[in-house]
């Protein structure tokens, strides 16, 4: 039998600049040594890798796409990559692969045929927004991405305010950025006055905007957040 390689996790920064501000050494170190990647999207991969010190070796990688058009045959088909110890990288546009991210099926399939999983250190919007929003950081829960039809949604929302309640646990929630806006205006139409609710667009960016305020209070001077991306967290 031969051996089989290892499936890195490798985390990409929130925005557009230096990843050394934000991977550590290590990171590097690990994607120097690596020829082969499982990526979300070529195009934003290639500008990453190169940025982060492939610049001139890029057209030597070995790029596959794993995102929601991929269908369950192709993935299994991934695991072919791993044969004769070959490691192989995998990129999100999410910033860490595999939370709220089409890469998640690639790390079962490693668990399934008995692939090592090396999750590596970076930028997860979702824990930094919950450590900057002063809320349950001992109790909380991701919800990921809410319904889109705006009955449904705010039917979600009023769900969510209450299992908050009932568990004083922070509900964590992400919405596509074009739609930001309306979600915002659905969480101040669905939910109590004197719930909280923690706004954290732009995390790690120069333009970051991190707020936490009582729905009557966001009332008052309700934030046009636009197309950024964010991360919405309540607690009642």
Not at 61 to 79: K, Q
Not at 98 to 122: F, K, Q, S, W
Not at 177 to 195: E, F, K, M, Q, V
Request: glycine share 8%.
């Amino acid at each position: 039998m031969t051996e089989k390689g290892k499936l890195y996790l490798i985390p990409t920064p929130l925005g557009d600049y230096d990843p050394a501000l934000v991977l550590p050494a290590p990171v590097f170190e690990v994607i120097s040594g690596l020829k082969t990647f499982v990526v979300e999207e070529v195009r934003t991969a290639r500008r990453f890798l190169s940025a982060a010190g492939l610049k001139g070796h890029i057209g030597e990688l070995e790029f596959h796409e794993l995102n929601e058009h991929t269908a369950p045959a192709e993935v299994d088909a991934f695991a072919k990559l791993f044969a004769d110890g070959n490691n192989v990288g995998l990129l999100s546009e999410a910033g860490l692969p595999a939370v709220a991210d089409p890469g998640a099926l690639l790390v079962a399939l490693c668990h399934r045929e008995g692939i090592e999983v090396v999750p590596l250190t970076g930028p997860s919007s979702l824990m930094m927004a919950l450590m900057a929003s002063g809320l349950n950081g001992q109790s909380f829960a991701f919800n990921g991405y809410l319904p889109v039809k705006p009955e449904e949604r705010r039917n979600a929302l009023k769900t969510l305010e209450k299992r908050s309640s009932q568990l004083r646990q922070s509900q964590i929630f992400i919405e596509t950025p074009y739609r930001n806006d309306s979600l915002l205006a659905d969480i101040l139409a669905s939910c109590g006055g004197r719930t909280k609710v923690c706004v954290a667009a732009d995390i790690t960016l120069e333009s970051a905007y991190i707020k936490t305020r009582t729905v009557e209070q966001w009332k008052r001077e309700v934030p046009v957040i636009g197309k950024r991306p964010c991360v919405f967290i309540i607690l009642a």
